[in-house]
T-cell receptor
């Protein structure tokens, strides 16, 4: 079984809709991250959380919100989706410094 | 702000040859550098990392070199195999900036049989 899972894997939605992407991990890591990936660009950090009570904005947090429901769960929400939020979204976990473990990604299309 | 970039967007090599993927970074305060491999349809997968106080680290068939003088990082893959075909990202971690990671845009490695 995968250590970091994301649901859904693919989603097509319309402008203005609220969308939630979910991430679960069985690695027991305290730190979790949400990134988006666009063609030709590297991963960009949206939000990160170092434990259940800790939520921090990344470099591109506008238009997104997150919830850390438990150590193992970190959700990303788009309150009112817009077309330029069409991207591949990745959740990741880490222990401390260095290596991050990534989920398989969610491909989101906003029409 | 910090930036991590790659010199070449695409690299083609013959199977069995060695591959060298380069990366430039701009923040001299970065503490960790990490290489990831991303295969089509999958999330990035850790390959190797190196601390800023090191200049070389070796793994299985891979070597990472760090040149802090010119802020340059490279990933060397020995005896490249078809399974090595993927996009490779370098990333830097800044411990002073709450352990944030910054990723380069990636180099696509094509291995020709």
């Amino acid at each position: 079984d995968a250590d970091v899972t994301q649901t859904p894997r693919n989603r097509i939605t319309k402008t203005g809709k609220r969308i939630m992407l979910e991430c679960s991990q069985t690695k027991g890591h305290d730190r979790m991250y949400w990134y988006r990936q666009d063609p030709g660009l590297g991963l960009r950090l949206i939000y990160y959380s170092f434990d259940v009570k800790d939520i921090n904005k990344g470099e591109i947090s506008d238009g997104y919100s997150v919830s850390r429901q438990a150590q193992a769960k970190f959700s990303l929400s788009l309150e009112s989706a817009i077309p330029n939020q069409t991207a591949l979204y990745f959740c990741a976990t880490s222990v401390r410094t260095g290596q991050q473990f990534f989920g398989p990604g969610t491909r989101l299309t906003v029409l | 702000g910090e930036s991590v970039g790659l010199h070449l967007p695409t690299l083609s090599v013959q199977e069995g040859d060695n591959s060298i993927i380069n990366c430039a970074y701009s923040n001299s305060a970065s503490d960790y550098f990490i290489w990831y491999k991303q295969e089509s349809g999958k999330g990035p997968q850790f390959i190797i990392d190196i601390r800023s106080n090191m200049d070389k680290r070796q793994g299985q068939r891979v070597t990472v070199l760090l040149n802090k003088t010119v802020k340059h990082l490279s990933l060397q893959i020995a005896a490249t195999q078809p399974g090595d075909s993927a996009v490779y990202f370098c990333a830097e971690e800044l411990l002073y900036n709450f352990n944030k990671f910054y990723f380069g845009s990636g180099t696509k490695l094509n291995v020709k049989p």
